[in-house]
């Protein structure tokens, strides 16, 4: 027994070890005050709140293409993502529902809704995904969200609210080349003007490779 328990110690500590970080390294950092677009596809930048941001998007995406990726095991990529407006989240047609995705490399690892109705215990409020997949998940809206005190981006509209939510994903990554998708699938059968009804933009993009 004491030989088994000491063999299951070894293993173990070898297994630790060799998932143990050896080497992290930021290859892309943007805040786009420098109005930096290189490497992205259907780039936009507008003024959001006294910063530059990446949008502002509605039924749009954007594509970051990164290469000569240093040899790594995992890749993480963050940034801030900003939820313009009247998003409906979970709610069917003709309002929604509002989808957000981010995908890497043709996978998608986020297939999410967000809302941005105010919620009020006992009345009845636009559930969203986020912080987990649609359609499977009914949250109360701007869970998870990291601000919701930011201003409209536009004033025709309302909820006047932009939501804010701080987006980190690692993930299994070994190619020397990385494509970066984020895009939206919103519906609004009934608005005027559907950018200033419903929109997203990011900010402060960073992608870290990471070596095991």
């Given at each position: ?55 502002r998007y509605n039924n749009g995406n954007f594509s970051l293409v990164l290469n000569n990726l240093p040899k790594h095991d995992l ?49 009845f409020t636009s559930p969203q995904s986020y912080p987990f997949n649609y359609p499977n998940n009914y949250n109360n809206p701007k ?70």
């Amino acid at each position: 027994m004491k030989k088994c328990a000491l063999l299951i110690a070894v293993l173990f500590f070898a297994i630790s070890c060799k998932n143990q970080v050896k080497n992290e390294a930021v290859v892309y950092s943007n805040d786009f005050e420098k109005n930096d677009l290189q490497g992205i596809t259907n780039g936009v930048i507008e003024k959001f709140n006294s910063t530059n941001v990446l949008g502002r998007y509605n039924n749009g995406n954007f594509s970051l293409v990164l290469n000569n990726l240093p040899k790594h095991d995992l890749v993480t990529i963050s940034f801030d993502l900003y939820i313009h407006d009247s998003w409906d989240g979970n709610k069917k047609e003709p309002d929604g529902p509002d989808i957000w995705q981010m995908v890497v490399d043709g996978n998608v690892f986020i297939n999410t809704t967000f809302s941005n109705d105010a919620f009020i215990a006992g009345n009845f409020t636009s559930p969203q995904s986020y912080p987990f997949n649609y359609p499977n998940n009914y949250n109360n809206p701007k869970t998870g969200a990291y601000r919701t005190d930011l201003p409209s981006a536009c004033d025709t509209v309302g909820p006047k609210i932009t939501s804010q939510y701080k987006i980190s994903k690692t993930l299994n990554h070994k190619s020397s080349t990385l494509q970066l998708q984020c895009l939206d699938k919103l519906i609004q059968r009934n608005a005027a003007n559907p950018k200033c009804d419903e929109s997203w933009s990011v900010d402060n993009i960073t992608v870290t490779t990471i070596t095991l």
